[in-house]
């Protein structure tokens, strides 16, 4: 009953947070029930709603549409995101913003009460394990964070440009001001490292972070952070540890949940949920090119995708086995990190052997001709096209549009026709950063970013 009222308690905290202007003027009244022993953290660490991501960026990629009668049905934020409005200043909802932060913290609560936890012989282990993930949990909430409010990492830029509120105290009355984007990026590989070297190599289960998780986000943050060399290292050391691939043969595409049984998915490092700010997930529906890129005989065509109307198909592949987008950490991921990796350091037939090692993983038996590429630079495209539709929903387009913008051979401009009217966003637009709620600016008088 105790864990259970924790719980219920701090839900009730995330709850009030959502009601005002900003999440840093919230004063919950801690007096309700205060975490104080690990079994306590444990508890609060495995209520799945406190930690849910809110993938804010993904309102703007171009991996589904909505037609205009579900547009003009839509709020003011929804419709001002989706079309990459200047509106949207004056338009984010504090609660999402609220929500965003809410994961940062609860792990605040959970690190500082470890500190008054005598660390000894007997509970070493699990005192260890509870800082490991709330270290992992708290890095992967400034991650979302940072792809949708931190400026895009650039080595040239990250130690003028601004990231994020790197909130690390539970006392909110503590106004945070924003970090540069390089101490950000070091803020969450300096917590993943610290995390790698405290957390087991496996869990009992898979929403709780062990060593391999904390590898496979440092691969995924130097990935977008392009130090390929170190996002190398990472992916390897996770493929160590955790290599397994599911067959997709295994699996039936008539299915309305293929990927049901989570707790036995091979694939998943780390399970997490999220959600968007997306218009409703019955009304989302799948780039019609995306869709009519795979082919007949990948079985990601009927494992992913369900079919409404004729050019209208919904995503129903999330590992997350629920209405809830998965947002975690799998095998598959690593995979293509590493490929990637192979490919940007000239290594054509590593990059390919990893490639085609996921692929046929996903194609019907008898059916898949391994890829093939001149160059490396080849191999690189077949790697980004193939990260695209295999990571759909993930929470990791917004992120890959704004690094590979960057690039003129992978620079996109996206467009929107919404109620006959042409919408677009150009490649390294300042829009790829979404403002901050007007009411957080004059509650903490950060800085506000560019439109």
Not at 36 to 61: H, Y
Not at 132 to 148: D, H, P, V
Not at 386 to 396: A, D
Request: glycine share 4%; aromatic share 14%.
């Amino acid at each position: 009953m105790k864990l259970a009222i924790i719980i219920f308690s701090f839900s009730i905290f995330s709850v009030l947070s959502c009601n005002k202007a900003s999440w840093l003027d919230k004063k919950p009244n801690r007096s309700l029930v205060i975490p104080t022993t690990l079994a306590d953290f444990q508890a609060l660490m495995d209520n799945e709603s406190a930690f849910r991501d809110i993938m804010v960026g993904e309102i703007g990629t171009d991996d589904f549409f909505v037609e205009d009668a579900i547009f003009n049905s839509g709020t003011d934020y929804n419709r001002s995101a989706y079309t990459w409005s200047d509106d949207l200043v004056n338009q984010f909802p504090p609660h999402i913003f609220g929500k965003c932060y809410q994961a940062v913290y609860y792990t605040n609560i959970i690190l500082e009460g470890l500190e008054k936890v005598s660390r000894n012989t007997e509970n070493a282990a699990e005192w260890d394990r509870i800082k490991g993930s709330a270290l992992l949990k708290r890095t992967m909430a400034f991650y979302r964070l940072n792809e949708a409010f931190g400026q895009v990492y650039t080595t040239a830029g990250s130690n003028k440009d601004l990231g994020i509120q790197l909130v690390t105290s539970s006392d909110l009355n503590t106004i945070t001001k924003r970090s540069t984007v390089k101490d950000t990026y070091q803020h969450m590989i300096n917590d993943l490292l610290e995390a790698f070297s405290l957390l087991p190599e496996r869990t009992s289960f898979p929403s709780r972070p062990s060593k391999p998780a904390a590898s496979a986000l440092l691969a995924r943050i130097y990935l977008f952070m392009e130090n390929y060399e170190k996002a190398f290292e990472f992916a390897e050391i996770t493929l160590q540890f955790r290599s397994e691939l599911l067959d997709y043969n295994d699996f039936n595409p008539s299915s309305t949940i293929p990927f049901a049984d989570f707790a036995t998915n091979k694939e998943i490092i780390y399970l997490s949920g999220g959600n968007s700010s997306i218009f409703s997930f019955n009304n989302d529906f799948v780039d019609t090119l995306l869709y009519h890129s795979y082919d007949n005989n990948d079985l990601r065509k009927g494992l992913f995708f369900r079919q409404v109307r004729p050019n209208r198909m919904l995503f129903k592949g999330s590992y997350h086995a629920s209405a809830a987008k998965f947002v975690g950490l799998a095998t598959d991921e690593v995979y293509l990190i590493r490929a990637e990796c192979y490919a940007r350091m000239g290594k054509k037939n590593e990059a390919l052997e990893d490639l085609n090692t996921l692929m046929v993983t996903r194609w019907k038996k008898g059916y898949f001709q391994p890829f093939t590429a001149p160059d490396a630079d080849a191999a690189l495209q077949l790697i980004l096209n193939e990260r695209r539709k295999q990571l759909l929903f993930q929470g990791i387009r917004w992120s890959d549009l704004r690094r590979l913008n960057k690039d003129p051979r992978f620079a996109k401009t996206l467009i929107r026709k919404v109620n006959g009217v042409e919408y677009t966003l150009l490649p390294n637009h300042p829009k790829y950063v979404f403002p901050y709620p007007f009411d957080e600016i004059v509650y903490s008088g950060i800085e506000q970013n560019p439109r």
